[in-house]
């Protein structure tokens, strides 16, 4: 069984009602937090989940509500006694950064209590996270404003959708998208669907929804100012293609 909770759905801009998008997958072995952005330590106390109970963390890119809070949780482990090892998986063109943003935080592995091992992926090459669940990653065009800034910044451009599967099960996280093309990136049937709802319009959600056809979509990364929006949307449209939930913080589900 897989469960994946909610600990943060909102978008970049800060909320007093929802922390940045940040999940937690659960599989029959580990823990997996996707995304770490300002304050996760605090969101996922909320949460009651134990800090040192999560044993991977995958950064999806490098904007800062998805990245930032990745320094003080590391700090947070050290402080709750943590010892086993914590497993922090990017895009390669991501590590670099990664490392030196901990090392600048004064996170020196001599001084850490624990091991903290980098793994990387590639776009197009299958990533094994663990007996129960693998993704495959390709690039969308959430960065491609910033291509003009590559050279000058050596800023990293890997921004990239998951494709998850689970046993047979299809699990497509958009992650940060660019377009509404980006949500036709894989074209292999998906069971759930969790897509941003920022970047793009509703009817280009809606028209995804009918050619990818997902049993499940669950919506992230949601701004304040666009949630009642998005609830007269759903409320407005009849989907013969499944379930459609608006998340909130804290929302647990089972998927499979």
Do not use: W
């Not at 663990?130 to 969308?140: G, I, V």
């Not at 897509?195 to 949601?222: G, M, Q």
């Amino acid at each position: 069984m897989l469960k994946i909770k909610f600990i943060g759905t909102g978008s970049a801009k800060a909320s007093l009602k929802r922390n940045f998008t940040s999940l937690l997958i659960n599989t029959h072995s580990e823990k997996i937090l996707i995304d770490c952005g300002e304050g996760i330590s605090r969101a996922l106390l909320q949460q009651n989940i134990e800090l040192n109970s999560i044993d991977k963390i995958i950064i999806s890119h490098l904007h800062s509500d998805h990245f930032a809070g990745l320094a003080g949780l590391l700090t947070n482990f050290k402080l709750n006694g943590r010892t086993k090892p914590v497993n922090i998986i990017s895009h390669q063109l991501n590590l670099s950064f990664i490392k030196n943003f901990l090392l600048s935080s004064f996170i020196i592995p001599e001084r850490m209590n624990f091991e903290i091992l980098f793994e990387e992926f590639f776009y197009e090459k299958e990533f094994i996270i663990n007996d129960d669940l693998k993704f495959l990653t390709r690039q969308n065009s959430h960065f491609d404003k910033y291509k003009i800034y590559n050279e000058s910044y050596k800023i990293s451009p890997a921004s990239p959708s998951f494709l998850f599967t689970h046993l047979d099960k299809k699990i497509f996280f958009t992650s940060d998208i660019g377009s509404a093309n980006d949500l036709l990136l894989f074209s292999e049937p998906i069971d759930t669907l969790l897509c941003e709802i920022t970047h793009i319009h509703l009817n280009e959600l809606a028209d995804a929804i009918k050619k990818l056809n997902p049993s499940f979509t669950y919506l992230i990364h949601i701004p304040d100012e666009k949630e009642k929006e998005i609830l007269d949307f759903l409320a407005s449209q009849t989907f013969d293609n499944g379930q459609i939930v608006l998340t909130f913080d804290g929302l647990e589900v089972k998927v499979f």
